[in-house]
């Protein structure tokens, strides 16, 4: 399509009443992309283009009846679950990086950088402007870019682009150009072209600043008596436009009081659980850094700065990082951040490198190098040699063919310690075949036993000994196999339906196994947005530490056999009350294992959402092992006033944490990317009785600066 340029600003306001939406030339016959990708969408909708020397202009029309449905006013809420539009752009149209740009049809904003990574989790924040009106027929999405927010070269005359639409009512997901199911609506491979006639203007500088100030009160519970604690702070972020395609970003004194404090789950593993970042700071250009490894082992992890291994805060400092393009074909990113003392925790500093270097057209060539750095003194080196530094470097390549069927990839990662200089090695490598139909993964992994991260996370090389209270570092190999068989019916109520299973077996360094585990999955997806799952799940563990799951005696080392199964359930998430269920029963070791799970969900579309979440798990074994009953309960309200005018509230209360948790977070966007928050939180023991453990209310002012 032709981009059309206008001398006079358009008036974003969801009317097209300017020329220049009489003169561009719409695009429409959307194909399906969801539930199926093989026919024209149901309600079609027609795009528009424009510019003139500030902003790039798109427009919608989105043809429909009734009105539209939403789940959230809150910006950053996504593009599922609610009609809306979304922009994808590739200004340098190499189909590795890009934009994507949503509103929804009660004007809420979300924004991202895309790669090709994991998709986007709305991370980056920028400025821009948007508006909808609602008509009986329609609805209608204005959008007003900033040249300087993107970041291109002004000599390409044809960028890529693609346009989605989102219609919750009847389930569709629907594209400009065609792709297939199996690949994300966004996906840059699948780009049409928009074509400038002159060249774009020149993107100009992109510098913002974001000074913040925040006021705490913070109470303790000693024992004797309630500690009460004052405090004032403040500092800021930057954003600094290096080039067309490179960016630096600056912290002074960060502040994340605001963000949504983590998810309690239920853990029945015998590792610690990876938690996933919410920290927007470390979120943003995320893939640079933390998509090194597979999942559970990730070289990077950020909740490695400024958290310690239990989530407490250690304070930073401050830190800078360059990300972004210094070829077509190649990005970069870099970071140094240094945190503060707090107690008997010491001062650290951490730096990283990465490269990502597209070979051929869809494949890439990626390195890093971590350092972790303890500021230590010579008694405290001596005391704990390995807290000193930890390094770590990694070479991946990643082979795509270009319709993104086939992927292969191998891996080799390093890591250095103080007087350690074998077993230090990961080793990776597999390959993925992925169609309409047809989904296989195999993934084979060695790690060392000396293998550290100390930015990173390895969830299965520490092992606990409950007999001991002691933890022991043990290497080891994977082999991973998943194959996923997918059938569309033509006709009825399922969309798709889904066959397939996956096996997971580990190794002990000597060769002897450590772990079988084998499931079974069966799941329909249906037309109205319900979901059915269900399968049998086989497990064989070599024990080698004793463990206890209870609070008894522990489990002797050994082998054990067990097996199990579970069904979920997931209604219509469209209705006014949407409900979900889980149970899993069946042995559990030498034991025997039952869980319910069920979530219940009001909506009164778009202001309202209250939900309650329970999970009941049961474990029972003989004798002096023990029995357990553990009980989690999450309600959270959201209020969604207006587009800038947000109240959710948050509880937890989960038995095995033995916490119950409140968090109430008011948020007032009072002019764009510029809020006022005011948050409560509260913390006290859930057994035996509710004792409080400290509690918190901050208010926190930030405001952004375009230089």
């Known amino acids: 399509m032709e981009v059309v340029k206008t001398h006079v600003p358009v008036v974003v306001d969801g009317v097209l009443d300017e020329t220049v939406w009489q003169q561009a030339k719409g695009v429409s016959s959307f194909w399906k992309k969801y539930p199926t990708d093989n026919e024209q969408a149901r309600r079609q909708t027609t795009a528009y283009v424009a510019h003139d020397d500030k902003f790039l202009y798109v427009a919608f029309e989105a043809y429909d009846s009734g009105k539209a449905f939403i789940r959230t006013l809150k910006r950053d809420g996504g593009h599922d679950g609610s009609d809306g539009v979304a922009l994808v752009l590739d200004p340098h149209n190499q189909h590795t990086n890009g934009f994507f740009f949503v509103v929804n049809a009660f004007n809420a904003q979300s924004e991202d950088l895309l790669s090709g990574g994991d998709g986007p989790n709305f991370s980056w924040d920028n400025k821009w402007f948007s508006a909808t009106q609602q008509h009986p027929d329609r609805w209608v999405a204005e959008m007003a870019i900033p040249f300087k927010t993107l970041r291109y070269k002004s000599d390409l005359d044809v960028w890529g682009i693609n346009f989605v639409r989102i219609d919750t009512k009847t389930n569709e997901y629907s594209c400009w150009t065609r792709l297939p199911v199996n690949f994300s609506s966004h996906d840059l491979g699948y780009t049409g072209a928009l074509r400038w006639s002159s060249p774009p203007p020149p993107a100009g500088s992109n510098i913002a600043l974001a000074p913040f100030a925040t006021g705490q009160l913070t109470s303790q519970n000693t024992g004797p008596g309630q500690q009460y604690y004052g405090k004032a702070s403040g500092g800021f972020d930057a954003k600094i436009g290096l080039s067309t395609a490179l960016n630096l970003d600056l912290t002074l004194n960060p502040d994340f009081s605001q963000i949504e404090v983590d998810r309690q789950v239920t853990n029945f593993t015998r590792f610690n659980i990876f938690l996933p970042e919410r920290r927007t700071f470390f979120l943003e250009n995320a893939d640079l850094f933390a998509e090194f490894g597979i999942d559970p082992i ?410």
């Open 298 to 707: 990730r070289p990077f992890y950020s909740r490695r700065i400024g958290l310690d291994k239990v989530g407490n805060t250690i304070p930073i400092i401050g830190g800078a990082r360059i990300t972004g393009s210094i070829t077509p074909s190649t990005r970069i990113g870099a970071f140094n951040m240094q945190t503060a003392d707090k107690a008997s925790y010491r001062k650290e500093n951490f730096t990283a490198a990465t490269v990502n270097q597209r070979i051929f057209k869809h494949s890439v060539l990626k390195g890093y190098f971590l350092n972790r750095a303890g500021l230590l003194t010579e008694e405290e080196k001596k005391a704990d040699p390995l807290a000193a530094f930890g390094r770590n470097a990694g070479l991946e390549y990643i082979y795509s063919n270009m319709p993104g069927t086939w992927k292969a990839w191998a891996a080799a990662h390093k890591s250095w310690k103080p007087s350690i200089d074998a077993k230090d090695w990961y080793f990776d490598g597999g390959f993925a075949y992925d169609t309409r139909k047809l989904k296989i993964v195999t993934d084979v992994v060695s790690v060392g036993t000396n293998y550290y991260t100390d930015m990173g996370f390895v969830q299965r090389i520490e092992n606990y000994d409950a007999e001991r209270d002691t933890t022991i570092r043990l290497g080891f190999r994977h082999l991973f196999n998943e194959a996923q068989y997918r059938f569309f019916p033509k006709k009825g109520k399922v969309v798709t339906y889904r066959v397939g299973g996956e096996n997971y077996v580990v190794w002990n360094p000597d060769g002897s196994l450590n772990e079988i585990n084998a499931e079974g999955k069966f799941n329909a997806e249906f037309r109205n947005t319900s979901y059915f799952n269900c399968g049998p799940e086989y497990n064989a563990v070599n024990l080698l530490y004793p463990v206890s799951f209870t609070g008894g005696k522990p489990l002797p080392v050994g082998n054990y056999r067990y097996l199990r199964g579970f069904i979920s359930y997931d209604s219509d998430f469209r209705k006014p009350f949407a409900a979900s269920g889980r149970i899993s029963a069946g042995e559990f070791y030498n034991g025997t294992f039952t869980s319910f799970g069920a979530s219940v969900t009001y909506r009164k579309p778009p202001h309202v959402s209250v939900t309650l979440q329970a999970e009941y798990n049961r474990l029972q074994f003989p004798g002096e092992y023990g029995s357990a009953e553990l009980v989690l309960i999450s309600p959270r309200i959201d209020l969604n006033f207006t587009t800038s005018i947000f109240w959710t509230t948050f509880l937890q209360y989960n038995t095995q944490a033995n916490n119950f948790n409140i968090n109430s977070r008011f948020q007032w966007r009072f002019r764009p990317m510029s809020d006022l928050y005011l948050v409560y939180t509260d913390n006290y023991f859930s057994d035996p009785t509710l004792k409080n453990k400290n509690r918190a209310i901050v208010l926190k002012i930030s405001y952004w600066i375009n230089m």
